[in-house]
């Protein structure tokens, strides 16, 4: 196939990319859009500061175009992200402790509702775990309400649209090391018991190479039955071509891996502004890196 998003589905996968509503009437990136991807992310519209301004008064219009542009071109959608210690609005960061456990439950529940149905994948809790070699919780508002704050959301993420995968999503678990083996340990935990997840994002944000056990870290995951997800693929540095190989024949080598999703079209677009980690030059043009990707796919 001659595109992302029909060669990744020969195998049954998606290829995705995350999208910006403020850039939806720039032709050159929708017509990208359009052409190679067959997931979106919004990349910052269905966060908490976007969805939910004040206490209780929730604002979709970005997260919604960015939906009706992708279902209405026969694209699907990955939710993100319902908590995250980052991009909190104002109100919430006066709160701690039952108030602030009960605004967070509450927004997963509205956030969940307003798009049941219509959401592949949700990524209900970003970057809980603490970098380093602790391999435990990150210290945030929310983890001081709790360590059971994490299952308590995806319990109100699951009654609130029964049909949305349920994702943990995160940042350096992309190798074998503590964090990701935190992670590993929460998500058997919640198999065990009964606690609602689906899937694992890894976020994938490299520099110059990808972890050597990337494939082997993606597999011991899917082998606790969730499926796996490469969620925010982005890599600098001279063998970035080379290394978004890799990191293809990776999913494609791990039955449960279901897609990958790029952090923005063109380098352009990226949040690593000077990087250039992305699959598209400044004027939409493919870069090797996407020659890449295509031939492994
Ligand atoms: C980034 C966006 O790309 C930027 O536009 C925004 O200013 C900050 O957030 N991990 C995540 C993403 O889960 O939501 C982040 O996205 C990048 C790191």
């Keep these: 196939a001659t595109t992302l998003g029909a060669s990744a589905a020969q195998t049954g ?5 995350a999208v910006s509503a403020g850039k939806l009437g720039d032709a050159t990136y929708v017509g990208i859009l359009n052409r190679e991807f067959t997931m979106v ?24 175009r960015i939906l009706n542009q992708a279902v209405s071109t026969g ?6 992200a319902l908590l ?56 945030s508002d929310l983890q001081r309400t709790g360590d059971d704050w994490i299952e308590a959301a995806f319990r109100a993420a699951r009654a609130a649209d029964p ?4 994702c943990y999503n995160d940042y350096n678990t992309d190798g074998v090391n503590a964090k990701s083996t935190g992670v590993y340990t929460m998500v058997r935990d919640f198999k ?31 082998d606790l039955g969730v499926e796996v997800q490469i969620t925010e693929l982005d890599i ?18 791990v039955a449960r891996c279901a897609g990958i999703t790029v952090w923005g079209i063109r380098d352009s677009d990226s949040w690593r502004t000077g990087e250039n980690p992305l699959l598209f030059d400044a ?10 990707v295509l031939d492994a796919l």
Excluded at 42 to 63: H, I, L, R, V
Excluded at 114 to 119: E, N
Excluded at 163 to 166: C, N, S, V
Excluded at 245 to 250: D, E, K, Q, S, Y
């Design 163 to 166: 049909g949305a995968k349920l």
């Design 192 to 222: 065990a018991r009964g606690v609602p997840i689906d899937c694992v994002g890894f976020q994938s944000h490299l520099s110059g190479s990808a972890p050597s056990d990337y494939q082997a870290n993606l597999q011991r995951f899917a």
């Design 84 to 139: 995250w210690h980052q991009q909190q609005p104002g109100w919430v960061q006066g709160l701690s402790g039952s108030a602030l456990r009960q605004a967070a439950i509450n927004h997963v529940t509205q956030v969940a509702t307003h798009y049941r149905g219509q959401i592949y994948a949700w990524d209900v809790v970003n970057e809980a775990f603490a970098d380093g070699g602790s391999g435990g919780r990150r210290d």
């Design 75 to 80: 694209k699907r959608v990955r939710g993100h």
């Design 13 to 17: 996968r998606y290829f995705g990319t």
């Design 41 to 64: 992310t919004p990349e910052n519209e269905m966060k908490w500061d976007a969805t939910e301004p004040s206490q209780n008064q929730f604002s979709y219009s970005g997260g919604d």
């Design 236 to 253: 600098s540095g001279s063998n970035q071509a080379a290394v978004y190989g890799t990191v293809t024949r990776a999913c494609l080598a």
């Design 283 to 292: 004027n939409g043009d493919k870069k090797p890196a996407y020659t890449s």
